[in-house]
């Protein structure tokens, strides 16, 4: 039998998407589509907002494009699922966005002014409670998913809090409280791992707030201290190959010796690149 012909052309480029997913999903469409719920979506969003957050490190336009084309694949295939179970559609997600946007900026389509970002996320959370209908007992931390990886999620709660006040002026206590959580732990390495835990928790949670007293996203820190180390690690391996060290075998020192020739390698290239540019 014919295949399905793809969608004309001559349509908007988003209803071309959305005539494709259509066509996926219809009974003669692919049956792994067809098979694909909210449900089992959940992981392959996930991966492709970090997709999109590697080209952004990367600063990859090419690869950037496209993995924003992937992540909105996500939203209309998605959006597709719930038409089909007559709960809402594409349209009805794009307008409620559109409408919220409208919404939650009176300076831009309203009479009210903001003097600057800060003035704009307050406003903006008033909005939101007042949309929400929220009672005077409700939370300012109201809202915020704990379903997010860790370390946005830290940030996220401190933001809120810091809305109302609750935040160190400057960077200097920040960096006294961090000092201050490192010796708990030290403390803790005594008392077994239960309290190790909790003490670690509230290291790496001090440590947060000092990446966003600095303005630093400690997400695409760590990503990118992450990143560094790996490089650096494989480097390791490619001249324990070259010289015949067996990593498994070898003890902490040799691969320290190994692990420092690489750095004073990374320094020498660098600083001969300063020197090009």
Request: proline content about 4%; overall charge negative.
């Amino acid at each position: 039998m014919p295949g399905q012909l793809p969608p004309d052309p001559s349509l908007p480029a988003i209803e071309q998407l959305r005539a494709v997913v259509a066509a996926l999903r219809a009974p003669d469409g692919c049956p792994w589509d067809r098979e694909q719920t909210h449900a089992t979506l959940r992981g392959g969003l996930l991966e492709e907002a970090y997709e999109v957050v590697a080209a952004i490190d990367a600063s990859d336009d090419p690869n950037l494009s496209e993995e924003l084309g992937d992540l909105l694949l996500q939203v209309v295939f998605h959006a597709q699922i719930a038409r089909e179970e007559g709960r809402f559609d594409f349209d009805r997600v794009a307008l409620g966005i559109s409408e919220k946007l409208v919404r939650r900026h009176p300076h831009v389509f309203g009479a009210e002014s903001a003097a600057d970002s800060d003035a704009v996320l307050v406003r903006w959370e008033e909005i939101k409670r007042q949309e929400k209908g929220a009672a005077r007992e409700a939370s300012v931390l109201d809202g915020v998913s704990e379903g997010m990886p860790a370390l946005q999620y830290a940030a996220k709660i401190q933001k809120r809090a810091a809305r109302i006040g609750f935040d160190w002026q400057e960077a200097l206590p920040v960096l006294a409280k961090v000092r201050e959580e490192l010796g708990e732990v030290e403390a803790a390495l005594q008392e077994g791992p239960e309290r190790l835990e909790e003490e670690l928790g509230d290291l790496l949670f001090s440590v947060v707030n000092l990446t966003r007293k600095l303005k630093v996203d400690a997400e695409v820190a760590l990503s990118a201290a992450t990143r560094k180390f790996a490089g650096r690690f494989r480097a390791v391996e490619g001249l324990a190959r070259e010289r015949g060290v067996v990593l498994e075998g070898a003890g902490l020192e040799e691969l320290d010796v190994l692990w420092d020739e690489v750095k004073r390698v990374e320094k020498s290239k660098a600083a001969e690149g300063r020197e090009v540019g």
